[in-house]
């Protein structure tokens, strides 16, 4: 989970580097700030019906995934 606070603090810094944009670089921190906190929500429901380690290994699957192709997606506005 540590990546994800890390993420959150230096996104404009990392997105400076390839976008020029501070308009689009400010939609995407609304919009991924709006998506974090609906997935606590979802969270919670899935977590009820499936049970705490297998959402919990999606979470850490998908920031794994993440972590790895992170400079792959920089370059591309649509998966920023």
């Avoid at 989970?1 to 501070?22: A, P, R």
């Avoid at 921190?29 to 380690?53: E, M, P, Y």
């Amino acid at each position: 989970m540590s990546f994800c606070y890390f993420i959150k603090v230096v996104f404009k810094n990392f997105g400076n580097l390839n976008f020029n944009d501070d308009a689009f670089l400010t939609q995407v921190a609304g919009t991924s700030f709006f998506c974090g906190a609906s997935a606590r929500f979802i969270w919670g429901t899935v977590q009820d019906f499936i049970g705490f380690k297998k959402v919990y290994g999606i979470i850490v699957f998908s920031l794994t995934i993440c972590a790895f192709t992170i400079n792959e997606i920089a370059y591309s506005r649509t998966l920023y």
